[in-house]
């Protein structure tokens, strides 16, 4: 029973290197959702997808880019890394009935810019 | 501007005691709103949630509160219990949509044996 796996769990990354977070959900979940949390706040949505081949930003998306080409995956990538983007972040899903069901999160991946 | 507030970063209480979480919001357009917990190097957990036809939702030992005229929620543990110990995250949103949630800088909860 897996959920939501996020890859790798930890990484350090140069000033202008770039990498891709992976999130992957086997509940079959429409909606899928990125977050990043910074030391004592709360999450922030970066960007959000609601189906395969539909996506739209959050909060704060710059910096970021997302795709969505099949259910289950929902990768975010990061282009130029800079130090503002070292944060712990969070992939989260939900299923497509009603709107109030509950967002199910993976275990986050920490990102260290240096 | 932040739209979910939660005023107290830590709060500590003693075993079988009540713990209680305050969450306060500010866009009237919010109607859904959860609780979630969270153990350090875990993602954040469900624990109930309520929308504003409502002003109570109870499941087990958690209950919340919603006061839409306050735009204030409170999570009510009873007893409390050492596992409860975790960050806890107020969250919102409008079911219109995606269900973007807006969280809380979250309330740190120690329970004290």
């Known amino acids: 029973n897996a959920g939501v796996t996020q890859t790798p769990k930890f990484r350090i990354l140069k000033i202008g290197q770039s990498m891709t977070l992976q999130c992957a959900q086997d509940?079959?979940?429409?909606?899928m959702y990125w977050y990043r949390q910074d030391p004592g706040m709360g999450l922030k949505l970066i960007y959000y997808s609601v189906g395969a081949g539909i996506t739209d930003k959050g909060e704060v998306p710059n910096g970021y880019n997302v795709s969505r080409s099949t259910t289950e995956d929902f990768p975010l990538r990061l282009e130029l890394a800079a130090p503002s983007q070292t944060s712990v972040y969070f992939c989260?899903?939900?299923?497509?009935?009603?709107?109030?069901?509950?967002?199910?999160f993976g275990d986050g991946t920490r990102l260290s810019i240096l | 501007d932040q739209q979910v507030k939660q005023n107290s970063p830590s709060l500590s209480v003693q075993e079988g005691r009540i713990s209680i979480l305050n969450c306060d919001y500010t866009?009237?357009?919010?109607?859904?709103f959860l609780w979630y917990k969270k153990y350090p190097a875990e993602g954040p957990t469900f624990l109930i949630s309520?929308?504003?036809?409502?002003d109570k939702n109870e499941d087990g030992r958690f209950t919340v509160f919603l006061n839409k005229s306050a735009k204030h929620l409170s999570l009510h543990i009873v007893p409390s219990q050492p596992g409860d110990s975790a960050v806890y995250f107020c969250a919102a949103s409008a079911t219109q949509g995606a269900q973007k949630l807006v969280f809380g800088q979250g309330t740190r909860l120690t329970i004290n044996p």
């Open positions: 509940m079959n979940h429409n909606y």
């Open positions: 989260a899903s939900r299923g497509a009935g009603p709107s109030n069901q509950p967002q199910h």
């Open positions: 866009n009237s357009m919010f109607d859904y």
């Open positions: 309520i929308s504003s036809i409502k």
